[in-house]
């Protein structure tokens, strides 16, 4: 026994001298050479188990066959808005939670995805006299952060997007352009590694997932007061389109770029257009006093849809300019002076166009004053009938 043991130490003496850290090398040298691998062999592995969690949960998810909410915007026949509004949350989160547990088209997933998540944001802001102002911010702000998980995506997929649009808008000055061709080149292989990053990535899609998952929790247990008509949004609602009127104004009366002023009214346009759907009766339209079908609400949404499309090019051609601007000079890109300076003055054109028409919409969608607003929704929704 003794015998063994000597060995034994002799040979825990050997391999720990072929770990000792070579003189003045200090004591972390020895092990600082097997922390990457080691680092690198726990990402993968936590990779791997996430990636397995959700295909399970995808699994059980279709075994259990327990039928999806029905998340479509409007209201139902004799449907009452605090049970739709419920309703098209639990839907909503249900449709993201689908998308991105799937995900076989990853370009469609990131959008429908963002989507779902822009409709709960306004479903969350209109219903802050029920859910209270704490509650409402921390909502916001969570569906935000989980939109923040796939941006980077969505604004690859975008910058592309709007230059293929420029190009077929423009193709005899655009398409045969070397530089041009240099540049769609680059932003795809961008969008490929944005979706590497965000959609196709393990551990992103399960930090997605969780945070809708909570979501879908806690609208569970909401309370909403099951009041006449439109009482329980009207706070909200006047409170959107002030703000929205709002933007419109300053979007008015600024100068230079406006980028800024032009990005912060599309946020509330869009948030009008949406709750303006959730109003909507999908049934028949309501009877007016005069007998014809009442189309307010529709005609408002459509309205509001236009413009927010409007603004959004407008805003979608500013990002692109800026990051031509900012990096298509530089390697790997390096589009040529000319084609910068073309592609440029073929943005800004286009951005004057789309606000002077955008504008004009504005004035449309936003002439009444919120009160009057107000007494017209109210009178074209059936919530509650």
Not at 14 to 26: L, M
Not at 39 to 66: H, M
Not at 196 to 224: K, Q, S
């Amino acid at each position: 026994m003794r015998t063994d043991r000597t060995a034994i130490r002799r040979r825990l003496a050997i391999r720990r001298g072929a770990h000792n850290p070579p003189s003045g090398g200090g004591k972390t040298a020895g092990h600082r050479s097997i922390l990457a691998p080691l680092a690198a062999t726990i990402a993968a592995t936590v990779a791997v188990g996430v990636g397995v969690a959700l295909a399970r949960a995808g699994r059980e998810r279709r075994s259990a066959r327990t039928p999806r909410t029905d998340g479509s915007l409007g209201l139902g026949p004799g449907e009452r808005l605090a049970g739709a509004l419920k309703r098209m949350a639990l839907g909503q989160s249900e449709d993201a939670i689908e998308q991105l547990e799937h995900a076989d088209d990853p370009g469609r997933a990131v959008h429908e995805t963002r989507k779902a998540l822009k409709r709960l944001r306004a479903l969350v802001r209109v219903l802050e006299g029920e859910l209270g102002r704490k509650a409402t911010a921390r909502e916001n702000a969570a569906l935000a952060q989980t939109g923040r998980l796939l941006a980077e995506a969505r604004d690859a997929e975008v910058l592309l997007a709007t230059l293929d649009a420029l190009i077929e808008r423009h193709p005899a000055k655009l398409a045969g352009r070397k530089g041009v061709a240099r540049l769609r080149r680059h932003l795809a292989q961008e969008l490929m590694l944005a979706r590497r990053r965000t959609i196709e990535d393990p551990l992103t899609r399960a930090r997605a997932l969780g945070e809708l998952r909570a979501f879908r929790e806690r609208v569970l247990v909401w309370d909403l007061s099951d009041r006449q008509g439109i009482a329980i949004v009207e706070p909200g609602l006047q409170r959107l389109y002030t703000n929205g009127r709002e933007r419109w104004q300053d979007a008015e009366d600024a100068r230079g770029d406006r980028t800024h002023e032009m990005h912060e009214w599309r946020k509330r346009v869009k948030d009008l257009r949406y709750v303006a759907e959730m109003l909507e009766s999908r049934g028949p339209a309501p009877t007016r006093k005069n007998g014809k079908p009442d189309q307010r609400l529709h005609q408002l949404a459509s309205r509001a849809d236009a413009l927010g499309e409007l603004l959004g090019d407008e805003h979608d051609l500013a990002v692109l300019a800026a990051w031509i601007s900012a990096n298509a000079g530089r390697r790997p890109v390096r589009a040529g002076r000319g084609t910068r300076r073309t592609l440029l003055a073929l943005i800004a054109r286009r951005r004057r166009e789309l606000r002077r028409q955008a504008l004009r919409e504005g004035e449309r969608l936003y002439r009444a004053r919120p009160k009057k607003f107000l007494r017209r929704v109210r009178a074209s929704s059936r919530a509650g009938a």
